[in-house]
């Protein structure tokens, strides 16, 4: 279970990392991905660094209910995103399906793991 778990979080941080640092310095690739900078923009990266610091802390003190937690909320979102979007090939919702899709595996074998105990 600690391989999926350590999975999950890290791809969460590999991949935020980046993305909020476009976010906040309002790189080129951002506007292009998300849009010029607004309000909701900056939700959407506080957003983004909650699940990230969450994430980073999880690595430390691996609760998996936590953890389950995290990822589910993070499975809703991005498996919403292709309908709030109205497309599936955009990058973000392409990036958010393939992510989720891993979080669902880890998602199953904390639940397996969790309802032994």
Do not use: E
């Not at 430390?60 to 936590?66: A, G, N």
């Not at 109205?86 to 990058?91: D, E, I, K, L």
């Amino acid at each position: 279970m600690l391989i999926f778990i350590t999975a999950s979080l890290l791809v969460n941080i590999v991949v935020l990392i980046p993305v909020c640092y476009g976010l906040f310095v309002d790189a080129a690739w951002a506007n292009t991905v998300y849009g010029p900078a607004t309000d909701a923009r900056q939700i959407l990266l506080a957003v983004y660094l909650a699940i990230g610091l969450l994430s980073t802390g999880l690595l430390v003190f691996r609760d998996p209910r936590l953890v389950f937690g995290l990822l589910a909320v993070q499975v809703a979102y991005k498996v919403l995103t292709p309908l709030t979007v109205s497309a599936v090939r955009h990058p973000v919702v392409i990036s958010n399906l393939c992510i989720a899709a891993m979080h669902v595996v880890t998602l199953a074998v904390i639940g397996r793991v969790l309802t032994r105990s």
